[in-house]
């Protein structure tokens, strides 16, 4: 079993930055996809941005530009780094992983750290 633990959410003014981390309890990058999602009030998750076993990521149209996917293999953290924030980015943000193709395994999900916009 893995444990996807998140931290870095907060409080920020429009136009601001945070960056988000999640730390998993043993390494499974190789094996593993892993993304951010997020889930703002009333409405279903959304993929933010996924960063491949092989290191390829991609993003939501939306954050496109604003938003960097990246981790360390060593420390085997995801970093979602966030700037120029607006309202409409608020929610409650999640890390998951997913296995490979190939790779019999569980999806994992952390218990989400809240992200809110405002002045």
């Known amino acids: 079993q893995v444990q996807l633990v998140e931290s870095g959410g907060g409080l920020v003014q429009p136009g601001g930055s945070l960056r988000l981390s999640c730390a998993a309890s043993?390494?499974?990058?190789?094996?593993?996809?892993m993304g951010w999602y997020r889930q703002a009030p009333g409405k279903q998750r959304e993929l933010v941005a996924t960063?491949?076993?092989?290191?390829?990521?991609n993003y939501a149209d939306s954050v496109k530009g604003r938003f960097t996917i990246s981790r360390d293999n060593a420390k085997n953290t995801v970093y979602l780094q966030m700037n120029s924030l607006n309202p409409e980015d608020t929610a409650v943000y999640y890390c998951?992983?997913?296995?490979?193709?190939?790779?019999?395994?569980?999806?994992?999900w952390g218990q989400g750290t809240q992200v809110t916009v405002s002045s």
């Open positions: 960063i491949t076993s092989g290191g390829t990521t």
């Open positions: 043993r390494s499974i990058f190789s094996f593993y996809d």
């Open positions: 998951n992983g997913k296995p490979i193709l190939g790779i019999r395994g569980p999806t994992y």
